[in-house]
């Protein structure tokens, strides 16, 4: 769990004694495969961080239609509107996978970032970086054809998910075509046509759930549209 803590956006720029003092003042989970750490448009009342497992961010669109946002592993934070809002969870945060994390409530928080300042910079520096991240999920969606919208996805999880193979480097997460189809914003037709043909091509081995990026460079191709 140091390790984890260590890597940890939220407590980065925090002393060893005052990181203590905020593992100190949260509670530990385990949560099961399957179930949920929130749901969308719940009450914002705990915020999380991950010390072990996988978690799939996903929303309901107005047409009912499920949008997967993001995965996150160990060391990432859930929650983090809980402590510098009033509004509800803007997401579900599902564990694929077993998970265990560290959990404070909303006003626990509160009172560590009045206490320690450099935590709620850590946490406005957070929020900043998924809205970044949004708004380039967003210009992918506006101007970018199917194929290179699902490159850069892959590539952006091998970032966070890559495990070094024989083959090449394995995004190390259950991974289905509807969950990219659903990421990318399109259908389980274009994802299957799309994977079939780079594995054809070689750039990837397909796997039960699993994609193995052979040819990275490849997808940069693709994805920058160079």
């Known amino acids: 769990m140091q390790e984890v803590v260590q890597q940890c956006a939220l407590l980065a720029g925090l002393t060893l004694a005052e990181q203590e003092v905020v593992l100190e003042n949260g509670r530990f989970y385990q949560i099961p495969q399957g179930t949920y750490f929130f749901h969308q448009g719940e009450e914002a009342e705990t915020l999380y961080l991950i010390t072990d497992g996988q978690v799939k961010l996903s929303q309901v669109n107005e047409s009912g239609a ?21 509004m509800p969870y803007p997401l579900s945060a599902e564990a694929v996978e077993a998970c265990e994390a560290i959990a404070w409530h909303r006003d626990t928080m509160k009172s560590l970032m009045l206490r320690y300042p450099q935590l709620a910079l850590n946490g406005l520096e957070m929020i900043a970086g998924r809205f970044v991240s949004l708004q380039e999920r967003f210009n992918d969606l506006a101007t970018r054809q199917v194929e290179q919208r699902v490159a850069r996805a ?17 995004i190390d997460i259950v991974l289905s075509r509807q969950n990219l189809a659903e990421m990318t914003g399109t259908n389980l037709y274009q994802v299957s046509r799309i994977l079939s043909k780079w594995e054809k091509a070689g750039v990837v081995a397909l796997q039960r759930q699993t994609v193995i990026l052979c040819k990275a460079h490849e997808l940069v191709v693709i994805g920058e549209d160079l």
């Open 66 to 86: 499920q949008v997967i946002l993001n995965y996150f592993g160990p060391g990432n934070g859930l929650g983090i509107i809980v402590a510098l809002s009033t």
């Open 154 to 170: 892959l590539l952006r999880l091998v970032r966070q998910f890559g495990k070094r193979v024989e083959q090449g480097v394995m």
